[in-house]
């Protein structure tokens, strides 16, 4: 609780709207490091000029598997990379923990008929997840909703035939995964055991293990801090393992395929392998600079009182954004707490009983409710004189 000169003082306020924040930090980004939009946008053009090749160059007598995953591996990648350019690094973890998994299965299918066979037998299983799923339905006016189910009907009928063969050879496993080992064996197989543990890591923060807060947590003067926003630490991790993939994912594809359009491509992708360690210099010293020196203030329930009309209220105070919302007046007050603003209100009743001036004071260990249908406002008005105190 702080009362300084009749008023609660607040700190000015310093948090950006979340969602703006990405775009604040990529130019932060791209400041330190000029060289790479660049770079990535010539990552970018090579992509789609190989992808463009590697579709119009397939055979179509074949499963159909090693289109599948280039496109997939594709847009993931042009994703992590969006990712890196503008800090969102648990988006871009997730993203080249996704293009590991693709990596292995593109080994799997590009190496062996069969294998590709079974990764395209696969849709069938989950055509028919997509079709038992209505929670779109659930959520949509009477004419859309007989539409989505009428789709995932249809879905369901057409791919039924395909899902009862499909379990029938591979067995009821299949509904669970479509390869016949562990990512985890397949990954050794290749010798990407090393990777396995990267991708180990990267669940962490997809499936929101409490070591999965990598980046968005941290003690300062003993308290933990947990921080809304870009999580930049992963970012130059995602950065390295999303190029390392992707090369070693046209490396397998060129293996396969000799007549490509994965030269260029690859030396992009080094040219952008060279600039990650500037790239890692400078997103570690952003991130240093955003955490704060000392822990940022939590929610502070606000005693407001005005002497000559002896109006009370009570507000919830967010002193980083500059906003309070009006809450109902406490049910519960402890002693020390009552004590307290009993002292605020004979100093302000009987000491300065004309005052206009209203006065503010925190109170610490009181838990407030918002008013129903009450909103964020701004804080001056309600603690700084000149801006007018709130009619009732």
């Known amino acids: 609780m702080t009362v300084k000169g009749g008023r609660y003082q607040p700190q000015e306020p310093r948090s950006p709207n979340l969602l703006d924040a990405p775009v604040a930090i990529g130019q932060e980004v791209q400041e330190a490091v000029p060289e790479l939009a660049p770079v990535l946008d010539e990552v970018a053009d090579a992509s789609m000029r190989f992808i463009k090749h590697a579709m119009g160059s397939y055979s179509n007598d074949g499963p159909g598997g090693v289109p599948v995953v280039l496109s997939q591996s594709l847009n993931d990648f042009m994703e992590i990379l969006f990712d890196i350019r503008t800090g969102r690094g648990r988006s871009a973890l997730r993203g080249t923990r996704g293009l590991f998994e693709l990596l292995v299965t593109a080994r799997d299918v590009m190496q062996d008929p069969i294998l590709e066979k079974r990764y395209m037998d696969h849709e069938s299983v989950v055509s028919q997840l997509e079709a038992a799923l209505d929670f779109e339905a659930e959520h949509l006016p009477k004419r859309p909703r007989r539409e989505d189910v009428r789709r995932r009907r249809r879905l369901a009928e057409a791919t039924q035939v395909a899902y009862d063969s499909a379990l029938e050879t591979y067995g009821k496993d299949f509904k669970r995964r479509w390869a016949p080992r562990d990512l985890a064996a397949r990954a050794k197989e290749y010798g990407l055991e090393k990777d396995y543990e990267f ?166 260990g009181v838990d407030l409710v918002p008013k129903r249908g009450a909103k964020w406002e701004e804080d001056k008005p309600v603690l700084v004189r000149e801006a007018g105190y709130p009619d009732e």
């Open 199 to 364: 991708y180990r890591l990267s669940s962490a923060v997809l499936h929101g293990s409490s070591g999965g807060a990598l980046g968005i947590k941290k003690v300062i003067e003993d308290r933990i801090v947990h921080r809304t926003g870009p999580s930049l630490l992963l970012c130059p991790l995602a950065f390295l393992q999303a190029l390392r993939y992707f090369d070693m994912l046209l490396d397998t594809y060129g293996g396969t395929h000799p007549v490509t359009f994965t030269n260029d491509l690859r030396a992009a992708i080094a040219k952008a392998l060279m600039l990650w360690p500037k790239y890692r210099r400078a997103v570690h010293r952003l991130d240093l600079s955003i955490w704060p020196n000392s822990p940022p203030p939590n929610l502070i329930s606000l005693f407001v009182a005005n002497s000559p009309s002896g109006l009370e209220k009570w507000f919830i105070h967010d002193p980083d954004a500059g906003l309070v919302i009006e809450a109902e007046a406490p049910k519960h007050i402890p002693d020390e707490q009552a004590i307290m603003l009993d002292g605020i209100r004979h100093m302000l009743y009987t000491e300065y009983p004309n005052s206009d001036e209203p006065l503010s004071a925190g109170v610490v």
